[in-house]
C-alpha cells in the first residue's frame, strides 16, 4: 500500500480537466496586462479629447480624421489587452471573423460621421438675419 492517502475524485477531475486542452489557449490576463491596456486606454482617450478642445489642428477634417484614427486604435488595444484575441488564441483569428469586425468598424466609423455631419447641419442655432428669412 502506499503511504500517501488518496486523492479525494473531484481532485482528480480538476487535474484530469486541466491536464489537456480542447483548443482553448486563450490567454488569461495579468495584472500587468490589464494595467498597460488601461493605460493606452486612458491616454488614447486623452489625445483625441486634447485635440478637439485646444483645437490643435486649425482643420476640422484632420481633427476628425485624427480622431477616427486614434478610435481605431483604441479598439485594437480593446481587443489585445481585454478581449484576449491573439492569433494564438482559439486557433488563431479566422479570416470571417476578422471580416466581421472591419465591417462592424467600417459602419460604426461611417455611421457616426454621418449622424455627427448631420447634427452639426440641422441642428446648430440660426443667425438673426437666417430667422428674418424663414417664411
Keep these: 500500500m502506499s503511504s500517501h492517502p488518496q486523492a479525494p475524485a473531484h481532485e482528480d477531475a480538476a487535474k484530469t480537466h486541466h491536464a489537456h486542452s480542447h483548443g482553448h489557449e486563450a490567454g488569461h490576463g495579468s495584472l500587468k ?3 498597460i491596456g488601461f493605460g493606452l486606454s486612458v491616454i488614447l482617450t486623452a489625445i483625441p479629447f486634447i485635440l478637439v478642445m485646444a483645437g ?4 476640422n477634417l484632420l481633427t476628425a480624421f485624427l480622431v477616427m484614427a486614434l478610435a481605431v486604435v483604441q479598439i485594437i488595444v480593446h481587443m489585445v489587452y481585454f478581449l484576449h ?15 466581421f ?15 455627427m455631419h448631420h447634427l452639426n447641419a440641422n441642428m446648430m442655432p440660426m443667425s438673426p438675419e437666417m430667422m428674418k428669412n424663414m417664411p
Excluded at 104 to 112: D, K, M, N, P, R
Aim: charge should be negative.
Design 56 to 59: 490643435v489642428f486649425d482643420s
Design 33 to 35: 496586462g490589464y494595467m
Design 85 to 99: 484575441m491573439s492569433p494564438r488564441s482559439e486557433g488563431g483569428w479566422t479570416m470571417m471573423a476578422l471580416i
Design 101 to 115: 469586425t472591419l465591417v462592424i468598424v467600417g459602419i460604426t466609423l461611417a455611421g457616426s460621421l454621418w449622424v
